[in-house]
């Protein structure tokens, strides 16, 4: 099972998560960029740009920040943050 957390942050407060579960067979590439999306839909966003320094923290880490950088409209958010907290 691969699961993925991700929460909204404002003022440092977390005003919005949500877990997204896949039990697909498919790669962990796919399965983040596919829990992204459903995020995005659950909280109404656009889908974030993946900048190099996401990558990079994403790669080491298994979880991103996404700013205002990352996202082309404004966010009435400080950022959105992505953790992988199990994976299959």
Not at 8 to 16: I, P, Q
């Amino acid at each position: 099972m691969f699961r993925l957390w991700a929460k909204e942050f404002k003022d440092n407060r977390m005003v919005k998560d949500t877990v997204i579960e896949d039990a697909r067979q498919e790669t962990r590439t796919h399965k983040v960029f596919d829990a992204l999306e459903e995020v995005c839909l659950q909280f109404d966003l656009g889908k974030p740009i993946w900048l190099d320094a996401t990558v990079s923290d994403f790669k080491r880490h298994s979880k991103a920040r996404f700013s205002q950088d990352n996202f082309i409209e404004e966010i009435p958010f400080d950022y959105l943050e992505i953790h992988v907290i199990e994976e299959d």
